[in-house]
């Protein structure tokens, strides 16, 4: 009897909403835009995070910022509602509230690359 009385406390707590992580991995060119879909299964916060970026053929680490974007795919590209330039991190560089259903993180030159790099993006959404 004790026992049910203790579970019964725990009924009541709210459950964190479950999420899931993808990986963006590609190179960009000088002056190149990426993007990847994805499906957000409800509404929430997606995290996106540039995780690295390296020289192509392979190469060091090297910091320049890109721009990372969200948005809603649109036929061949990604028009995003948010986006900031950053260089690479441990932690979430953007975040942005989404609706169930189809979304996109747009990666791009943000004016910086004089050669091609390869890149890593954490994408953490409902």
Known sequence: MGLAVALGGCSGSPSSP???TEFF???LVVQG??????NALSNGT???TLVSVTLATPGPAVATPLTLGVGIPQGTGCPSNT?????PG???QLSAQVTQGIH???IHD?????NTVNFAVRIVHP
């Open 90 to 92: 441990f932690s979430a």
């Open 18 to 20: 479950a999420t899931t």
């Open 25 to 27: 991995t590609a190179p």
């Open 33 to 38: 835009d990426l993007f990847y879909s994805f």
């Open 110 to 114: 943000a004016g910086t690359l004089t």
């Open 83 to 87: 986006s900031i330039s950053t260089g």
């Open 104 to 106: 996109c993180v747009d």
């Open 46 to 48: 997606v995290d996106v």
